[in-house]
């Protein structure tokens, strides 16, 4: 990547707080990112004070309600660089995380690289239910390798890949659209553990809960839109128990890491609330994609 420049694009969702660790971690004399991105959607002006103690900040105040993946479209459509690395401000790079990406062997047919998520030290239960549910798959191990789906919490992207799908950007950037768009195209996704953030959880039992609601509402209105009317149907009758293989999923994937299995454990009654708002979500966005395509018929 050497010679290329590089954009950091911060998503802050009720995580203000973890902002000027992050800071610190990617600023580095010399060797740092071209610009530094901070999505929010806040009345505060946190943001304000660090970019007067921080360079090349710039801020970005998204619309009321947006969401990471609306803060990530922003973001990339205000980029500079010719590469973007995202993250949210729910996760603090290790030190060396700049370095790393800007050492990265990006070929042109490479559309994005994923790195890992190591837990904080301090999680409660609910942080290890928040963090099994999102980073499960992305445990601090292996070696670097061709993927089909990486994390965008922590992961570079080759901003012409995405800006060559800018229509899916119209609704945020979700990455499995993305990743699929890509793969269409002949683009690879690779993992590499030498990427390493720390998740630093600040939700709230109920902001995560709602976060949860939401994505899984995007996710099923999504899958939705790919389906023929009777398989949409079909999934909207079996969204009551579609929770239970979510469940099945992530409890199935943190027993195979051993770190993870004790926390499984504990956290599980968060990780059942959560998983039953995802499923909750999921059936919502199946029953609009049905409206949609009804209004469509009128």
Known sequence: MTGKKLTVVIAVEHSQRNLSDILAAITVPGNGPDETIIAHAMDDDTQSELKSR??????IK???GSRIPHMWAEGFRRAQGTFVALTTAHCVPEQDWIEKILSLDMPEDLAGVGGVFR?????SALDWAVFLQRYRQYPVSGQRREVTEIAADNAVYRRSAIMACEDLLEHGFWEPEFHARFRTRGLKLVMDPSLVVIHRNLYTFRQFAAQRIVHGTEFGAARAAKL???R???LLMLSPALWLLFLYKIVSASIRVQEYRIHAV???PWLLIFVLCWGYGEGKGYLQGLS???RGKK
């Open 62 to 64: 998204c619309r009321q």
């Open 54 to 59: 921080f360079e090349n900040i710039v801020l």
């Open 228 to 230: 023929s009317i009777l």
């Open 119 to 123: 837990n904080s030290g301090s999680a």
């Open 292 to 294: 949609r395509r009804q």
């Open 232 to 234: 949409n149907i079909v």
């Open 266 to 268: 504990k956290s599980f």
